[in-house]
Protein backbone atom coordinates (compact mmCIF):
# COMPACT_ATOMS: atom_id res chain seq x y z
CA UNK A 1 0.00 0.00 0.00
CA UNK A 2 1.08 3.78 -0.55
CA UNK A 3 2.18 6.15 2.62
CA UNK A 4 3.23 9.68 2.37
CA UNK A 5 6.93 9.56 4.33
CA UNK A 6 6.82 13.08 6.37
CA UNK A 7 10.22 13.29 5.96
CA UNK A 8 10.77 13.20 2.75
CA UNK A 9 6.82 13.99 1.37
CA UNK A 10 7.01 11.41 -0.84
CA UNK A 11 4.79 8.61 -0.98
CA UNK A 12 5.81 5.38 -1.07
CA UNK A 13 4.92 1.46 -1.27
CA UNK A 14 4.88 -0.66 2.12
CA UNK A 15 3.62 -3.90 3.17
CA UNK A 16 1.07 -4.29 5.72
CA UNK A 17 -1.10 -6.99 8.04
CA UNK A 18 -4.10 -7.72 6.63
CA UNK A 19 -5.70 -9.95 9.21
CA UNK A 20 -9.09 -10.66 7.67
CA UNK A 21 -7.16 -12.49 4.96
CA UNK A 22 -5.54 -15.39 7.84
CA UNK A 23 -7.06 -18.72 7.28
CA UNK A 24 -5.85 -19.65 10.78
CA UNK A 25 -7.61 -23.01 12.13
CA UNK A 26 -7.78 -22.46 16.05
CA UNK A 27 -7.14 -25.70 17.70
CA UNK A 28 -9.53 -27.21 20.21
CA UNK A 29 -7.85 -27.88 23.82
CA UNK A 30 -8.43 -30.74 26.00
CA UNK A 31 -9.61 -29.71 30.07
CA UNK A 32 -5.72 -29.81 30.86
CA UNK A 33 -4.89 -27.45 28.49
CA UNK A 34 -5.22 -23.82 27.58
CA UNK A 35 -5.31 -21.83 24.28
CA UNK A 36 -2.13 -19.02 23.73
CA UNK A 37 -1.82 -17.19 20.77
CA UNK A 38 1.23 -16.19 19.78
CA UNK A 39 2.89 -13.76 16.72
CA UNK A 40 5.51 -14.02 14.29
CA UNK A 41 7.42 -11.65 12.83
CA UNK A 42 7.51 -13.34 9.56
CA UNK A 43 3.73 -13.46 9.75
CA UNK A 44 0.81 -11.40 9.90
CA UNK A 45 -1.29 -13.95 11.27
CA UNK A 46 -1.92 -15.39 14.58
CA UNK A 47 -0.21 -18.66 15.93
CA UNK A 48 -2.81 -20.55 18.01
CA UNK A 49 -1.31 -23.53 20.36
CA UNK A 50 -2.41 -26.04 23.25
CA UNK A 51 -0.41 -25.65 25.91
CA UNK A 52 -0.69 -27.44 29.34
CA UNK A 53 -2.12 -25.74 32.57
CA UNK A 54 -0.97 -28.00 35.48
CA UNK A 55 -3.87 -26.10 37.72
CA UNK A 56 -6.57 -27.55 35.75
CA UNK A 57 -5.08 -31.41 36.47
CA UNK A 58 -7.13 -33.34 39.43
CA UNK A 59 -5.41 -32.73 42.75
CA UNK A 60 -4.14 -36.36 43.54
CA UNK A 61 -3.08 -37.64 46.89
CA UNK A 62 0.73 -38.70 47.14
CA UNK A 63 1.06 -42.79 48.01
CA UNK A 64 3.45 -44.20 50.72
CA UNK A 65 5.82 -46.66 49.45
CA UNK A 66 7.32 -49.46 50.96
CA UNK A 67 11.10 -49.74 51.51
CA UNK A 68 11.31 -51.75 48.23
CA UNK A 69 9.63 -49.62 46.21
CA UNK A 70 10.51 -45.97 44.51
CA UNK A 71 7.79 -43.60 42.93
CA UNK A 72 7.61 -42.38 39.60
CA UNK A 73 5.03 -40.32 37.80
CA UNK A 74 2.35 -41.64 35.11
CA UNK A 75 0.74 -40.27 33.10
CA UNK A 76 -3.07 -39.94 33.08
CA UNK A 77 -6.00 -39.97 30.37
CA UNK A 78 -5.18 -36.77 30.11
CA UNK A 79 -1.93 -35.96 28.41
CA UNK A 80 -0.86 -32.51 30.76
CA UNK A 81 -1.32 -34.68 34.11
CA UNK A 82 0.47 -37.18 36.19
CA UNK A 83 -0.15 -38.88 38.82
CA UNK A 84 2.48 -40.68 41.53
CA UNK A 85 3.23 -44.44 41.96
CA UNK A 86 5.09 -46.85 43.64
CA UNK A 87 7.18 -49.50 41.80
CA UNK A 88 9.24 -52.09 42.49
CA UNK A 89 13.19 -52.01 42.14
CA UNK A 90 14.64 -54.30 40.52
CA UNK A 91 15.09 -58.09 42.77
CA UNK A 92 18.80 -58.67 43.38
CA UNK A 93 18.26 -61.90 44.90
CA UNK A 94 18.45 -64.37 42.05
CA UNK A 95 15.52 -67.26 42.22
CA UNK A 96 17.55 -70.21 43.24
CA UNK A 97 18.24 -73.45 40.78
CA UNK A 98 16.46 -77.09 42.06
CA UNK A 99 18.17 -80.19 42.11
CA UNK A 100 16.95 -83.50 41.44
CA UNK A 101 13.82 -84.18 43.27
CA UNK A 102 13.52 -80.79 44.61
CA UNK A 103 10.67 -78.24 42.97
CA UNK A 104 10.70 -74.56 43.37
CA UNK A 105 8.08 -73.05 45.39
CA UNK A 106 7.52 -69.13 46.81
CA UNK A 107 6.64 -68.65 50.63
CA UNK A 108 3.46 -67.15 50.80
CA UNK A 109 4.33 -64.52 53.65
CA UNK A 110 6.25 -63.19 50.89
CA UNK A 111 3.54 -62.91 47.88
CA UNK A 112 3.12 -58.95 49.20
CA UNK A 113 6.59 -58.04 48.51
CA UNK A 114 8.35 -57.43 44.91
CA UNK A 115 10.67 -59.88 45.23
CA UNK A 116 9.18 -63.08 47.16
CA UNK A 117 11.31 -65.61 48.69
CA UNK A 118 11.60 -68.70 46.38
CA UNK A 119 13.29 -71.81 47.76
CA UNK A 120 13.34 -75.80 46.71
CA UNK A 121 10.97 -78.48 48.57
CA UNK A 122 12.52 -81.99 48.42
CA UNK A 123 10.08 -84.34 46.72
CA UNK A 124 11.24 -88.37 46.67
CA UNK A 125 8.87 -89.52 44.14
CA UNK A 126 10.51 -86.78 41.63
CA UNK A 127 14.61 -88.26 42.50
CA UNK A 128 15.49 -90.37 38.94
CA UNK A 129 15.24 -94.19 39.00
CA UNK A 130 18.83 -95.38 39.40
CA UNK A 131 20.69 -96.11 36.33
CA UNK A 132 22.71 -98.57 37.31
CA UNK A 133 22.91 -102.68 36.31
CA UNK A 134 24.21 -104.72 38.87
CA UNK A 135 25.51 -108.11 38.29
CA UNK A 136 23.37 -111.17 39.83
CA UNK A 137 25.52 -111.54 42.59
CA UNK A 138 25.25 -107.88 43.83
CA UNK A 139 22.41 -106.11 45.23
CA UNK A 140 21.84 -102.67 44.77
CA UNK A 141 21.89 -100.42 47.61
CA UNK A 142 20.82 -96.84 48.04
CA UNK A 143 22.21 -94.48 50.41
CA UNK A 144 21.01 -90.79 51.71
CA UNK A 145 23.33 -87.79 51.81
CA UNK A 146 22.60 -85.51 53.98
CA UNK A 147 21.51 -81.54 52.94
CA UNK A 148 20.93 -83.96 49.16
CA UNK A 149 16.82 -84.92 48.28
CA UNK A 150 18.44 -87.66 46.48
CA UNK A 151 19.78 -90.59 47.20
CA UNK A 152 22.98 -92.28 46.20
CA UNK A 153 22.54 -96.02 44.52
CA UNK A 154 25.94 -97.90 44.36
CA UNK A 155 26.31 -102.40 44.10
CA UNK A 156 27.29 -104.29 46.43
CA UNK A 157 28.03 -108.08 46.67
CA UNK A 158 25.56 -110.88 48.12
CA UNK A 159 26.36 -114.28 47.06
CA UNK A 160 22.75 -115.04 48.55
CA UNK A 161 21.33 -113.43 45.07
CA UNK A 162 22.95 -116.56 43.29
CA UNK A 163 19.98 -119.27 44.60
CA UNK A 164 20.71 -123.14 44.16
CA UNK A 165 19.38 -124.31 41.31
CA UNK A 166 16.51 -127.06 41.81
CA UNK A 167 17.55 -129.82 39.68
CA UNK A 168 15.15 -132.12 38.01
CA UNK A 169 15.32 -136.09 38.62
CA UNK A 170 18.75 -137.77 37.55
CA UNK A 171 20.48 -134.40 37.58
CA UNK A 172 22.83 -133.02 40.38
CA UNK A 173 23.91 -129.40 41.28
CA UNK A 174 27.97 -128.42 40.16
CA UNK A 175 30.10 -125.58 40.62
CA UNK A 176 29.72 -123.20 36.71
CA UNK A 177 33.36 -122.72 35.91
CA UNK A 178 32.41 -120.15 33.34
CA UNK A 179 30.91 -117.70 36.11
CA UNK A 180 32.75 -114.94 36.63
CA UNK A 181 32.06 -113.01 40.15
CA UNK A 182 33.82 -110.03 41.74
CA UNK A 183 32.87 -110.98 44.75
CA UNK A 184 34.17 -114.35 44.78
CA UNK A 185 30.65 -116.09 44.41
CA UNK A 186 29.97 -119.56 43.26
CA UNK A 187 27.15 -120.05 40.47
CA UNK A 188 25.77 -123.91 40.93
CA UNK A 189 24.24 -125.37 37.48
CA UNK A 190 22.24 -128.67 36.84
CA UNK A 191 24.33 -131.46 34.96
CA UNK A 192 22.98 -134.93 33.86
CA UNK A 193 23.89 -137.74 36.03
CA UNK A 194 25.32 -140.77 33.86
CA UNK A 195 21.79 -142.62 34.83
CA UNK A 196 18.65 -143.50 33.02
CA UNK A 197 15.31 -141.64 33.96
CA UNK A 198 12.04 -143.15 33.27
CA UNK A 199 8.80 -140.94 33.43
CA UNK A 200 10.52 -137.69 35.42
CA UNK A 201 10.22 -140.53 38.38
CA UNK A 202 12.32 -143.17 38.96
CA UNK A 203 15.83 -143.21 38.28
CA UNK A 204 18.14 -146.47 36.71
CA UNK A 205 21.96 -147.13 36.75
CA UNK A 206 23.71 -148.54 33.68
CA UNK A 207 22.87 -152.61 34.01
CA UNK A 208 19.80 -151.96 36.30
CA UNK A 209 16.53 -152.97 35.38
CA UNK A 210 12.95 -152.62 36.77
CA UNK A 211 9.17 -153.39 35.98
CA UNK A 212 6.15 -151.34 35.28
CA UNK A 213 2.35 -151.72 34.05
CA UNK A 214 1.44 -149.97 31.09
CA UNK A 215 -2.53 -150.83 31.18
CA UNK A 216 -4.88 -153.61 31.66
CA UNK A 217 -3.24 -157.05 31.75
CA UNK A 218 0.36 -155.81 30.14
CA UNK A 219 3.28 -154.59 31.19
CA UNK A 220 6.60 -153.91 30.45
CA UNK A 221 10.07 -154.31 31.85
CA UNK A 222 12.57 -151.19 31.45
CA UNK A 223 16.30 -152.36 31.82
CA UNK A 224 18.86 -149.11 31.19
CA UNK A 225 21.73 -149.62 28.47
CA UNK A 226 24.88 -148.03 28.50
CA UNK A 227 23.82 -146.32 25.55
CA UNK A 228 23.58 -142.75 25.81
CA UNK A 229 20.28 -141.32 24.64
CA UNK A 230 21.57 -138.08 22.71
CA UNK A 231 18.26 -136.42 23.06
CA UNK A 232 17.24 -136.39 26.54
CA UNK A 233 21.40 -136.48 27.66
CA UNK A 234 20.51 -139.36 29.82
CA UNK A 235 21.49 -143.34 29.15
CA UNK A 236 19.31 -145.30 26.99
CA UNK A 237 16.29 -147.30 28.23
CA UNK A 238 14.86 -150.15 26.64
CA UNK A 239 11.05 -151.35 27.20
CA UNK A 240 10.11 -155.49 26.77
CA UNK A 241 6.29 -155.50 26.58
CA UNK A 242 4.64 -158.41 29.01
CA UNK A 243 0.98 -159.86 28.28
CA UNK A 244 -0.76 -160.99 31.92
CA UNK A 245 -3.42 -161.52 30.57
CA UNK A 246 -5.15 -164.06 33.08
CA UNK A 247 -9.08 -165.37 33.44
CA UNK A 248 -10.35 -164.37 37.12
CA UNK A 249 -13.73 -165.76 38.71
CA UNK A 250 -16.48 -164.15 38.97
CA UNK A 251 -15.67 -162.95 42.29
CA UNK A 252 -12.29 -162.15 42.13
CA UNK A 253 -10.57 -159.13 40.06
CA UNK A 254 -6.82 -158.89 38.91
CA UNK A 255 -4.60 -156.85 40.61
CA UNK A 256 -1.45 -155.94 38.86
CA UNK A 257 1.31 -156.94 41.10
CA UNK A 258 2.77 -154.17 43.79
CA UNK A 259 6.67 -154.97 43.54
CA UNK A 260 8.98 -153.80 40.62
CA UNK A 261 10.23 -157.31 40.38
CA UNK A 262 7.22 -159.22 39.62
CA UNK A 263 5.79 -158.15 36.35
CA UNK A 264 2.44 -159.92 36.62
CA UNK A 265 -0.46 -159.65 38.75
CA UNK A 266 -3.33 -162.26 40.64
CA UNK A 267 -6.96 -162.42 41.01
CA UNK A 268 -7.55 -161.00 43.85
CA UNK A 269 -11.21 -162.15 45.72
CA UNK A 270 -13.28 -159.50 46.63
CA UNK A 271 -16.39 -161.80 47.66
CA UNK A 272 -16.69 -165.17 48.90
CA UNK A 273 -17.57 -168.00 46.46
CA UNK A 274 -19.25 -170.82 48.39
CA UNK A 275 -19.55 -174.29 46.78
CA UNK A 276 -21.94 -176.71 47.65
CA UNK A 277 -23.32 -180.56 47.91
CA UNK A 278 -24.81 -180.45 44.68
CA UNK A 279 -22.30 -178.73 42.80
CA UNK A 280 -23.72 -175.57 42.38
CA UNK A 281 -22.23 -172.03 44.01
CA UNK A 282 -23.38 -169.09 45.51
CA UNK A 283 -21.58 -165.47 45.58
CA UNK A 284 -21.77 -163.69 48.88
CA UNK A 285 -20.52 -160.08 49.57
CA UNK A 286 -18.26 -159.33 52.30
CA UNK A 287 -18.96 -159.49 56.04
CA UNK A 288 -22.17 -161.84 54.84
CA UNK A 289 -22.99 -164.83 57.33
CA UNK A 290 -24.85 -167.95 56.56
CA UNK A 291 -25.65 -171.62 57.68
CA UNK A 292 -24.91 -175.05 55.76
CA UNK A 293 -25.07 -178.57 56.82
CA UNK A 294 -25.19 -177.26 60.57
CA UNK A 295 -22.00 -175.13 60.09
CA UNK A 296 -21.71 -171.29 60.07
CA UNK A 297 -19.48 -169.62 57.19
CA UNK A 298 -18.97 -166.06 56.94
CA UNK A 299 -17.78 -164.08 54.13
CA UNK A 300 -14.26 -161.70 55.29
CA UNK A 301 -12.03 -159.03 54.27
CA UNK A 302 -8.22 -159.23 55.14
CA UNK A 303 -5.87 -157.62 53.27
CA UNK A 304 -4.56 -160.55 50.93
CA UNK A 305 -8.84 -160.46 49.75
CA UNK A 306 -11.66 -162.06 51.00
CA UNK A 307 -11.93 -165.78 52.57
CA UNK A 308 -14.44 -167.82 53.89
CA UNK A 309 -14.41 -168.38 57.89
CA UNK A 310 -16.21 -171.44 59.07
CA UNK A 311 -17.21 -173.00 62.54
CA UNK A 312 -18.93 -176.06 63.50
CA UNK A 313 -21.87 -175.24 65.58
CA UNK A 314 -21.12 -177.73 68.89
CA UNK A 315 -23.77 -178.92 70.60
CA UNK A 316 -24.21 -179.60 74.28
CA UNK A 317 -24.59 -183.54 75.79
CA UNK A 318 -28.21 -184.42 75.22
CA UNK A 319 -30.01 -187.70 76.92
CA UNK A 320 -33.01 -187.59 74.92
CA UNK A 321 -33.98 -191.06 76.56
CA UNK A 322 -33.39 -189.00 79.76
CA UNK A 323 -35.62 -186.29 79.10
CA UNK A 324 -38.37 -188.42 77.33
CA UNK A 325 -38.67 -190.61 80.65
CA UNK A 326 -38.68 -187.09 82.57
CA UNK A 327 -41.74 -185.86 79.91
CA UNK A 328 -39.74 -183.47 78.39
CA UNK A 329 -40.54 -182.38 74.94
CA UNK A 330 -37.43 -182.65 72.56
CA UNK A 331 -37.01 -179.61 70.74
CA UNK A 332 -34.30 -178.22 68.04
CA UNK A 333 -32.05 -174.99 67.39
CA UNK A 334 -29.23 -173.41 66.27
CA UNK A 335 -31.04 -174.20 62.86
CA UNK A 336 -31.81 -177.36 63.42
CA UNK A 337 -28.40 -178.93 64.78
CA UNK A 338 -28.67 -178.99 68.65
CA UNK A 339 -31.13 -181.04 70.80
CA UNK A 340 -33.05 -179.07 74.21
CA UNK A 341 -35.41 -180.51 76.29
CA UNK A 342 -38.06 -179.02 77.45
CA UNK A 343 -40.04 -179.45 80.48
CA UNK A 344 -42.97 -177.89 81.65
CA UNK A 345 -42.38 -177.43 85.31
CA UNK A 346 -38.45 -176.52 84.57
CA UNK A 347 -37.36 -174.61 87.72
CA UNK A 348 -34.84 -172.09 87.20
CA UNK A 349 -31.65 -173.31 86.77
CA UNK A 350 -27.58 -172.75 85.22
CA UNK A 351 -27.16 -174.29 81.81
CA UNK A 352 -24.18 -174.30 79.47
CA UNK A 353 -24.49 -172.39 76.44
CA UNK A 354 -22.05 -173.08 73.30
CA UNK A 355 -21.84 -169.74 71.69
CA UNK A 356 -19.39 -168.09 69.16
CA UNK A 357 -18.13 -165.01 70.45
CA UNK A 358 -17.80 -161.85 68.50
CA UNK A 359 -16.28 -158.41 68.48
CA UNK A 360 -16.31 -156.43 65.72
CA UNK A 361 -14.54 -158.15 62.91
CA UNK A 362 -12.49 -160.05 65.90
CA UNK A 363 -14.30 -164.03 66.36
CA UNK A 364 -13.46 -166.86 68.92
CA UNK A 365 -11.78 -169.80 66.66
CA UNK A 366 -14.40 -172.65 68.58
CA UNK A 367 -17.87 -172.37 70.17
CA UNK A 368 -17.35 -171.65 74.15
CA UNK A 369 -19.16 -172.85 76.90
CA UNK A 370 -20.86 -169.52 78.74
CA UNK A 371 -23.53 -170.38 81.23
CA UNK A 372 -26.69 -169.09 81.45
CA UNK A 373 -29.94 -168.76 83.63
CA UNK A 374 -33.24 -170.69 82.29
CA UNK A 375 -36.11 -172.22 83.61
CA UNK A 376 -39.72 -171.39 85.43
CA UNK A 377 -40.29 -168.68 88.09
CA UNK A 378 -43.83 -168.70 90.48
CA UNK A 379 -46.23 -165.55 89.17
CA UNK A 380 -49.66 -164.64 90.74
CA UNK A 381 -52.31 -162.30 90.70
CA UNK A 382 -53.73 -161.64 93.91
CA UNK A 383 -57.09 -159.64 95.07
CA UNK A 384 -56.48 -157.11 97.33
CA UNK A 385 -59.44 -156.22 99.53
CA UNK A 386 -58.04 -152.90 100.60
CA UNK A 387 -56.67 -151.46 97.44
CA UNK A 388 -60.07 -153.08 95.83
CA UNK A 389 -57.62 -154.68 93.29
CA UNK A 390 -55.56 -157.39 92.09
CA UNK A 391 -51.47 -157.18 93.18
CA UNK A 392 -48.95 -158.69 90.79
CA UNK A 393 -46.53 -160.82 91.80
CA UNK A 394 -43.62 -162.48 89.21
CA UNK A 395 -40.03 -163.25 89.91
CA UNK A 396 -37.66 -163.99 87.13
CA UNK A 397 -34.94 -166.74 86.83
CA UNK A 398 -31.73 -164.97 87.59
CA UNK A 399 -28.05 -164.88 88.11
CA UNK A 400 -27.38 -164.99 91.69
CA UNK A 401 -23.56 -163.88 91.68
CA UNK A 402 -21.68 -163.36 88.56
CA UNK A 403 -17.54 -163.95 87.37
CA UNK A 404 -15.49 -163.09 85.01
CA UNK A 405 -14.60 -165.14 81.73
CA UNK A 406 -12.01 -164.72 79.33
CA UNK A 407 -12.30 -165.87 75.73
CA UNK A 408 -9.34 -165.64 73.34
CA UNK A 409 -10.97 -163.78 69.75
CA UNK A 410 -9.02 -163.59 66.30
CA UNK A 411 -9.27 -160.35 64.65
CA UNK A 412 -9.11 -160.58 60.91
CA UNK A 413 -8.05 -156.99 60.05
CA UNK A 414 -5.03 -157.20 61.32
CA UNK A 415 -3.70 -160.95 62.36
CA UNK A 416 -3.54 -160.70 65.72
CA UNK A 417 -5.35 -161.82 68.71
CA UNK A 418 -6.85 -160.25 71.58
CA UNK A 419 -8.54 -161.27 74.86
CA UNK A 420 -12.33 -160.07 75.52
CA UNK A 421 -13.92 -160.12 79.01
CA UNK A 422 -17.26 -161.42 79.59
CA UNK A 423 -19.25 -161.99 82.62
CA UNK A 424 -21.55 -164.94 83.03
CA UNK A 425 -23.67 -166.35 86.30
CA UNK A 426 -22.17 -167.99 89.14
CA UNK A 427 -26.02 -169.53 89.89
CA UNK A 428 -29.60 -169.03 89.08
CA UNK A 429 -32.45 -168.31 91.42
CA UNK A 430 -35.85 -166.88 91.39
CA UNK A 431 -35.96 -163.75 92.15
CA UNK A 432 -38.70 -160.56 92.69
CA UNK A 433 -38.38 -158.36 89.40
Known sequence: MGIIDKWTCCSKEVCGCDTTLCETTIPTCTNSQKLIVGHSPLSCCP????????LKCPSISTPECREDQFMIQVQQEEPCCFSPLCVCESCTKPVPLCDDGEFLTVDLNSTHFC??????????????MPLLNCAEDMNLVKENVSGQCCPTWHCECNCENLVMPTCEVGEFTAIDHNFQSDCGCKQYLCEKDDVCVFQEASVLNPGQSMIK??????CYTIECLEEKDNHTGFHTLNFTLVNCSKKCDVHQVYTPSPSDYDCCGTCKNVSCKFQMENGTSVVYAVWSTWHYNCTTYECIKTDEGAIILNYTMVCPPFNETECKTNEGIVKLYNEGCCKICKREER?????IIKSVIRKQDCISQSPINVASCDGKCPSATIYNINIEGHLRFCKCCRENGVRNLSVPLYCSGNGTAIMYTLQEPIDCTCQWN
Do not use: A, G, H, T
Request: hydrophobic share 20%; glycine share 0%.
Open 347 to 351: ICQKV
Open 47 to 54: QYKCECDP
Open 115 to 128: CPQYYCVCEPNLCP
Open 213 to 218: YLEEDF
